[in-house]
């Protein structure tokens, strides 16, 4: 079938000499006025797909079949309760036997709530997580993901959050502004990655110190605060 959201790049095999790229019509790409007997290279991709490139010299006309191969994927659509779209939102796919490299993540801004996150790598079980301002973080476990597939896993309805606000302040009580306040769920389990755990919990305090972290699950969790002029606090 053809690719519609393709794009296809043709250069000398010199890059600094010429090149020229083009979006696919329907999957239909046209170069005219393409130098004979000179040594080309010609590079196609799409997104979801993986990047191709070959070298070619073409003596005349020619017509090309490019078949593209697509990358392991999770597509999907987040909804609200009652079955509206989540139109914005974030998503990432965690490995789950190896839960402490960066997963796939994406910001995703869709009307009807579709997502499609790719490449997933490596291949096997992953943890879907959804983050939404208003929601609760939705996780869908046990993923199974296989190379070169595309995995649908239909509607996928969020909660209301919870919400946790509070007072951030000095050791004069008066309000930390500016000051980084995140809750982090307690949990055992495998050591995670610091720098994609679950700190998007989190708000920065106004001018009086006050903070509002949304979209909390049920749970226990750990409170956090930070600020340039004081020591972290953690409880």
């Excluded at 910001?107 to 790598?121: H, K, L, M, T």
């Amino acid at each position: 079938d053809p690719i519609e959201e393709s794009w296809v790049e043709l250069a000398y095999a010199e890059p600094a000499r010429f090149s020229f790229r083009k979006p696919t019509e329907s999957g239909t790409f046209v170069f005219e006025g393409v130098p004979v007997k000179a040594e080309l290279r010609l590079t196609y991709g799409a997104d979801g797909y993986a990047e191709h490139d070959e070298t070619l010299t073409l003596e005349r006309d020619t017509v090309r079949e490019i078949p593209l191969e697509p990358l392991a994927s999770i597509r999907g659509r987040v909804l609200g309760p009652a079955g509206e779209p989540v139109t914005a939102y974030a998503i990432r796919a965690v490995n789950e036997d190896d839960p402490v490299r960066l997963p796939p993540q994406k910001e995703v801004e869709d009307s009807a709530g579709r997502f499609d996150i790719w490449p997933i790598q490596p291949a096997g079980r992953h943890t879907l997580e959804i983050r939404a301002d208003g929601y609760a973080l939705k996780r869908l476990e046990n993923v199974i993901v296989e190379e070169g597939r595309r995995i649908d896993v239909g509607d996928l309805r969020l909660e209301p959050g919870h919400t946790v606000e509070g007072y951030a302040s000095g050791p004069d009580g008066t309000g930390a502004e500016g000051a980084r306040v995140w809750l982090a769920p307690r949990s055992g389990g495998a050591q995670r990655n610091p720098l994609v755990d679950e700190r998007s919990f989190a708000d920065q305090a106004d001018g009086a110190g006050r903070y509002s972290v949304t979209g909390l699950s049920p749970g226990f969790f750990i409170a956090n605060a930070q600020h340039p002029d004081y020591a972290p606090w953690s409880s």
